[in-house]
């Protein structure tokens, strides 16, 4: 992360989302707070993909709205009402956005390094010799310096999650959105990427990190946020939510998981 650049916040408001008469998003209210590792959890088809996409607008809400730092993401408000930006402006909001796909989403004729620097240099204009020294720079702190000439299909699965990663914080990013880093990959490579999510939760980054890894979310998250049928049931400090949830949906659901999650 750049010394220049300053953890954001995220305001989620009311957030809806449907698709057709299937409503995903039911009235999803959340503050992540500058700096802190927001991770959330819950059972499959509760709505937490759908609700980190919608904070880079990767998909529109259909009600309520999201705003970082106080700027609504997607929207411009003017006169009490939000309008939509134009294509180019919301292209403009997201490259202070990381995200790290579930499935990479490596550019396969591109090097290592090609994509890496595609982003900073076509999105944001950035001089290339600048740019290609922070991208070795962050190669090497994902473990993959020597790795910058390969291309993705000469790499593990964890190793393309790890340039995945060194491609999100290229762009020097206020935010870094994970969704479900480690999903895609066989089991003795997860703990590889989890180890990177760890490094960077430690810079005071803004992370929020959707995950099955309960684990994980026990020892980095500042805060956890359970989610079931398009709500937020509750948040808390991973120790209350883990060792004393509140509400009796999340004692349930929790159960099912919690100690195999912990005994890894």
Do not use: C
Request: charged share 25%.
């Amino acid at each position: 992360m750049s010394t220049a650049t300053l953890p954001a916040r995220v305001d989620i408001v009311d957030a809806r989302k449907s698709f057709g008469t299937l409503e995903v998003l039911k009235g999803v209210n959340l503050t992540v707070k500058p700096g802190e590792v927001t991770v959330i959890v819950g059972p499959s088809g509760s709505g937490k993909s759908t609700l980190l996409r919608a904070i880079n607008h990767l998909e529109a809400l259909s009600a309520g709205y999201i705003a970082v730092d106080g700027e609504p993401v997607g929207y411009r408000l003017r006169g009490g009402k939000l309008h939509e930006r134009r294509e180019k402006d919301i292209l403009a909001t997201r490259t202070g956005i990381g995200f790290v796909f579930q499935n990479f989403n490596l550019f396969p004729h591109l090097t290592v390094l090609e994509n890496v620097v595609e982003a900073p240099l076509v999105a944001q204009r950035r001089n290339r010799q600048e740019v290609t020294a922070k991208a070795l720079e962050l190669l090497d702190r994902v473990g993959l310096a020597d790795k910058a000439g390969v291309y993705p299909r000469q790499l593990s699965g964890g190793q393309q999650q790890r340039v995945a990663i060194a491609r999100a914080l290229a762009l020097e990013p206020r935010i870094v959105l994970f969704d479900e880093p480690t999903s895609a990959l066989d089991p003795e490579l997860v703990g590889e990427v989890l180890d990177v999510v760890r490094d960077l939760a430690s810079t005071g980054t803004t992370l929020v990190v959707v995950t099955h890894e309960m684990g994980f979310a026990r020892d980095v998250a500042d805060t956890v946020v359970f989610m079931d049928q398009g709500r937020v049931v509750e948040s808390g400090p991973p120790a209350q939510l883990f060792g004393n949830p509140r509400e009796e949906r999340t004692r349930t659901s929790l159960s099912k998981v919690i100690e195999p999650a912990f005994n890894i």
